[in-house]
């Protein structure tokens, strides 16, 4: 008899819904508390997921989602490299 293989959930920081790690990106804190996307899910760092979506990208802004999950204060020009990314995996 084949083992079921248990799939990795995570938290959505803009919709709050549970849904599998490969459904969703990682945005990453490192060490040098630099704050960039990990497409991987494999580079080493706080991180918190999100949604392949630009309305949860908007959502996790407005209620400080990112912060929270990250544990510190995020620029806004961070904000806005991220947003060119995503937009850019968007489009894809």
């Known amino acids: 008899m084949g083992q079921v293989r248990k799939v990795p959930m995570r938290k959505c ?23 960039i996307l990990d497409t991987t899910g494999k580079k080493n760092g706080r991180g918190a997921y ?8 908007e959502k996790a802004i407005k209620n400080k989602g990112l912060e929270r999950s990250l544990k510190t204060g995020i620029p806004p020009e961070v904000y806005e490299s ?6 850019s995996i968007e489009s894809k």
């Open 13 to 35: 920081i803009g919709c709050q819904e549970m849904k599998s790690k490969k459904e969703m990106m990682r945005v990453l804190k490192t060490s040098e508390d630099e704050i």
């Open 50 to 57: 999100i949604c392949f979506s630009k309305e949860c990208f």
């Open 82 to 87: 991220l947003k060119k990314e995503i937009e």
